[in-house]
């Protein structure tokens, strides 16, 4: 069979124009087309398979991780061909989304910081050690907060605004449920915290001035968001020039009990849902890391997901 039929047959397939189109722009290991593309393991390994009969795309190893990448003859043997397969992929409904997601996993590589946290948290606890929790480690980190005005959207009763609050120069907890903002409210004041303060509002509109806050914090809050792409916009408004937003919320999963045990309105985010929302708010400087998955069914993720406002 000629080249041309050989490339002809290989591209007869949607998946592997969308992948095609992905490796036309960075080389890519199997696991990082996974995480782009959300498709499985053993099915992007086949077209992979399939692509390279073809002669359409070489590859590499680098330590336990092969890479794949355009064959740089095809792109003379099949110029005309691979242009318009390119030009396919951009008419695929999922172009968009794998187009924000290969941003996501790129700035994720340059992360170095992100892969030795993650090498150390899985060594955390492997072995006991006298006095060592993430309770204490969480206590530390929480002392190198600068004194700034931050603002903690779906507070709740206000745990984490009040642990902010002791190194903040300010704390906002905002929260739509009178009986959380009461309670918050006659919990900081019985405790002595003067410098936080509980708003009855909504995580799309948050009774906080335009431009006056320099950290927004939506800690598992997102998912009880009615348009969590809006609540993101309205962060961007309320931060300072350089301000950061910070999101803890959870990876898209389908325990559906979750609606009516807590009330949640969202069955978790997908990472590149939430790199989208950012970017269309206007956030650069975007990241958005799995940073915990819990050992019991259903195994929820959590993500954390940050963002800063341009100056």
């Not at 592997?16 to 593309?37: G, H, P, Y």
């Not at 003859?73 to 409904?93: D, I, P």
């Not at 335009?210 to 916009?233: F, G, T, Y």
């Not at 309320?238 to 937003?245: A, D, N, V």
């Amino acid at each position: 069979m000629s080249q041309t039929l050989r490339s002809l047959r290989a591209l007869a397939d949607p998946t592997r124009i969308r992948l095609l189109a992905l490796l036309d722009k960075e080389e890519l290991s199997v696991n990082e087309l996974q995480d782009i593309t959300g498709l499985g393991q053993s099915r992007i390994s086949t077209h992979l398979r399939l692509l390279q009969e073809a002669e359409l795309l070489c590859s590499r190893r680098e330590g336990k991780r092969t890479y794949y990448a355009i064959h740089e003859s095809s792109r003379h043997a099949a110029g005309g061909l691979l242009g318009a397969a390119f030009q396919g992929a951009e008419e695929l409904e999922e172009h968009r989304t794998d187009e924000v997601n290969l941003k996501r996993i790129l700035a994720r590589r340059k992360d170095q910081a992100q892969v030795y946290f993650n090498q150390v948290a899985g060594r955390f606890d492997r072995s006991y050690g006298p006095g060592r929790s993430w309770q204490a480690f969480g206590q530390m980190l929480l002392r190198l907060v600068p004194p700034m005005v931050v603002a903690d959207l779906g507070s709740g009763e206000g745990l984490l605004s009040e642990l902010l609050a002791r190194r903040a120069r300010k704390v906002i907890a905002v929260d739509n449920s009178e009986k959380m903002v009461a309670f918050g409210s006659a919990k900081a004041k019985k405790n002595g915290v003067k410098n936080l303060e509980f708003r009855l509002g909504e995580l799309e509109a948050p009774p906080i001035t335009p431009r006056s806050v320099d950290l927004v914090v939506l800690s598992q809050a997102l998912h009880h968001a009615e348009d969590p792409a809006r609540a993101i916009e309205s962060a961007y408004r309320i931060l300072r020039p350089r301000g950061q937003i910070m999101i803890l919320d959870l990876s898209e999963h389908h325990f559906e009990q979750a609606h009516e045990l807590y009330g949640d309105r969202w069955l978790g985010f997908k990472e590149g849902d939430l790199h989208h929302w950012l970017e269309q708010a206007g956030f650069s400087r975007i990241e958005v890391t799995v940073v915990a998955e819990e050992e019991q069914e259903p195994h929820f993720k959590t993500l954390l997901a940050s963002g800063e406002k341009g100056g």
